[in-house]
């Protein structure tokens, strides 16, 4: 995989993609909030043999820093510029948290160019969030400045995976950043999806991968009424909670593998 950026008017951005063959369907994977491109290296690994393959560090994640004007919808146009600098023009998005919602910022923006869309441990765009749960989003940035950083961050990683590797994985991301900017990036990430969500129909197949022992929020929950509510599939992945890819590789790459076969010939 190789190193690249793109300049934009907040900062650099930068991705990872692999040789790009114009015959071979290209994958885009985007991480979550607060992790970066490694969350997704078992995925980038095992489908660069037969795809194209990008991830990134999201703009104010990794890398991509410093950024200080983060929104969903500069996140869209970021990745519409990397398709274009790689000359593709069609994609299937696979975002994991955050990114499954910046997947969908880009689906308002750009649908024509989403081939597929698979959501891990994510939640939909959808206009009809009880208030008090989006009151409870609002609250997040303030209230992760009242924990200790150390508890904080081994609260964290304690919650989005169950696998030692997983828990690893998390704690190694989230080192990078400093508690301020841990703080702000959960204040921005959940503000900036309150700014960005509205009514979305999918245009293109879609799949929803939830781990059975995500405890973050409502996703489970939330991933059950989406399903019921668009006949979206919906798999739970068995031993893994808000980071699936990476507690559960072999099944989520299987997954991936088989949603991407109704797709394309790989």
Not at 41 to 52: D, H
Not at 77 to 94: D, G, N, P, T, W
Request: net charge positive; with cysteine.
């Amino acid at each position: 995989m190789k190193e690249m950026h793109i300049k934009t008017d907040h900062g650099n951005v930068y991705y990872w993609i692999s040789s790009i063959r114009p015959d071979r369907p290209t994958l885009f994977f985007l991480h979550g909030l607060t992790a970066d491109h490694t969350m997704f290296g078992f995925q980038a690994a095992y489908f660069k043999k037969t795809c194209n393959v990008i991830a990134w560090d999201a703009p104010a994640h990794g890398r991509s820093r410093p950024y200080p004007a983060f929104s969903y919808a500069d996140a869209a146009r970021a990745l519409h510029r990397i398709l274009q600098e790689a000359k593709i023009s069609h994609v299937v998005l696979i975002g994991q948290s955050m990114g499954g919602f910046i997947a969908q910022s880009f689906l308002c923006r750009y649908p024509r160019m989403v081939r597929g869309f698979i959501a891990i441990d994510s939640c939909p765009f959808w206009e009809h969030y009880p208030k008090s749960d989006l009151w409870w989003l609002r609250q997040i940035g303030w209230m992760s400045r009242l924990f200790p950083e150390r508890l904080l961050r081994s609260s964290m990683a304690r919650q989005n995976a169950v696998s030692d590797i997983g828990r690893r994985n998390m704690a190694k991301m989230l080192s990078q950043y400093p508690k301020d900017e841990l703080c702000r990036l959960l204040k921005i990430g959940y503000a900036g999806f309150l700014e960005d969500n509205r009514a979305l129909e999918i245009p293109c197949p879609a799949l929803l991968l939830v781990g059975e022992k995500d405890r973050t929020g409502k996703v489970r929950t939330y991933n059950r009424q989406w399903a019921a509510r668009t006949g979206i599939p919906l798999i739970t992945i068995p031993n893994a909670a808000h980071n699936a890819n990476i507690d559960a590789p072999e099944t989520v790459n299987r997954c991936i593998r088989d949603f991407i076969g109704g797709l394309y010939e790989i």
